[in-house]
Every structure is written in structure tokens, then in C-alpha cells.
């Protein structure tokens, strides 16, 4: 089944530095890359996705790269706030066919921004 | 719009127990995919129901089942509760199955 990777475990930047999480899956088949933030005693939240035939997708602060040759994903954070202190997971969706309903999940970076 | 709703938000059991969590979907959303969240293994999938129907299942011992009625709204059930079981339970509702979810705040078990 599909792996995802995820790195660094924990990021710590000064408010307004960027910061930069990168992920690698390993189903060739994976389709549909999102990113969800997480904060204390709430669910996950979508925040950016990105589809596989799309090289970069960006919204105001935040951007997504893909690489599907390296299969790798990376989630970008311009100008960061103390408000994106958080969790954020990366995920990979394989093959529509088999994997409905299901995507995998990268273990998480904790990131703190520092005023 | 309502978001996804899941109760209840804490629960603690005794291990042999059994428990039932409830999930209920945005509006229109006929998918609804359920996660553990453990410190040490990160999210995992239980399974996922569209239309009523079983379309994908995790790794999970049969002690972990669920169903789906007909306006969407989701249960799971834990029968047989171990220490381990303890995690948050996340549901996470999409129309179809497909991109991207929006979960509800999770329901917090602890098994003691």
C-alpha cells in the first residue's frame, strides 16, 4: 500500500521567516496530494491540495509544489504568523479504484512561530 | 453550513466494554471516512461508507465495524475495548469519496 514520508517532525521559525515541510509517497498511482493544519482539540483542516497534473498550486501565503517523477510534495508558508503555529499532515490518495474514501497520511510537523 | 458533527466529544471506558461513536456528515456529503489518531502511529484509517455501503477498510481487527444509514449520519463501534484502543476518533465527511475531507473535532476514547 502507499507510504508517505514526512519531514521535519517538529520546525520552529521566527515570525515572518518562511517555512518549508516536504513529504514523499511511494504509490506511482497516487493522484491527489492535500495538506491539512491541525490545531489543539480540533480536527484536521484542508488548507491547500494539489492534483497530479498540476506542478504548483498556490493560495496567498501558502503554495504546493509536486514532483511525480521524484514523487515528492512540498508545503510552502511565506511570511508566517504566530497564527500558523500548528500541525500540519501531508497526504497521498492512490488509484481512485481501490483506495475510495482513503488517503494515507505523513505523521505530522509541529510548527511553532515565534513573534 | 453545518460542519461534521461527532459525539460525543469524551468518553472513557473500561476495558471488555464496547462503544459507539456517532458522525454526522456536512449536508449533501454521502461519504464519511473514519480515523484513529494515536501519538505514536499518527492518523490510520478504519474504513470508509458511501451510500450505506462498506467501500474501503484499514488494518483493524474485526472488533472495529461500522455502518452508515440512509441520511448519511455514520456510527463505529469498538466492542471488546483494549488499553490500546485509546485515541482520537475522527470522522471526516466528503460528497463522494474522493479529494478532499472535512472532519469533525474528533471523539477523545480513553480505555482504562
Keep these: ?115 | 453550513k453545518a460542519g461534521v458533527t461527532q459525539t460525543p466529544r469524551y468518553l472513557i471506558k473500561t476495558r471488555g466494554q464496547q462503544v459507539t461513536l456517532s458522525c454526522s456528515p456536512i449536508s449533501g456529503h454521502r461519504s464519511v471516512s473514519w480515523y484513529q489518531q494515536t501519538p505514536g502511529q499518527g492518523l490510520q484509517f478504519l474504513f470508509e461508507y458511501f451510500s450505506e455501503t462498506q467501500r474501503n477498510k484499514g488494518n483493524f481487527p474485526g472488533r472495529f465495524s461500522g455502518r452508515q444509514f440512509s441520511n448519511s449520519r455514520s456510527e463505529m463501534n469498538v466492542s471488546t475495548l483494549e488499553l490500546g484502543d485509546s485515541a482520537l476518533y475522527l470522522c471526516a465527511s466528503t460528497e463522494d469519496g474522493n479529494y478532499g475531507y472535512t472532519f469533525g473535532s474528533g471523539t477523545r476514547l480513553t480505555v482504562v
Aim: glycine share 8%; aromatic share 8%; net charge negative.
Design chain 1, 1 to 115: 500500500g502507499e507510504n508517505v514520508e514526512q519531514h521535519p517532525s517538529t520546525l520552529s521559525v521566527q515570525e515572518g521567516d518562511s517555512a518549508v515541510i516536504k513529504c514523499t509517497y511511494s504509490d506511482s498511482a497516487s493522484n491527489y496530494f492535500p495538506w491539512y493544519k491541525q490545531e489543539l482539540g480540533k480536527g484536521p483542516q484542508l488548507i491547500i491540495d494539489i492534483r497530479s497534473n498540476v506542478g504548483e498550486k498556490k493560495d496567498q501565503r501558502i503554495a504546493v509544489t509536486l514532483n511525480k517523477t521524484a514523487k515528492h510534495f512540498s508545503l510552502h508558508i511565506t511570511e508566517t504568523q504566530p497564527e500558523d503555529s500548528a500541525v500540519y499532515f501531508c497526504a497521498a490518495r492512490g488509484a481512485w479504484d481501490t483506495n475510495a474514501g482513503k488517503s494515507t497520511f505523513g505523521d505530522g510537523t509541529t510548527l511553532t512561530v515565534k513573534p
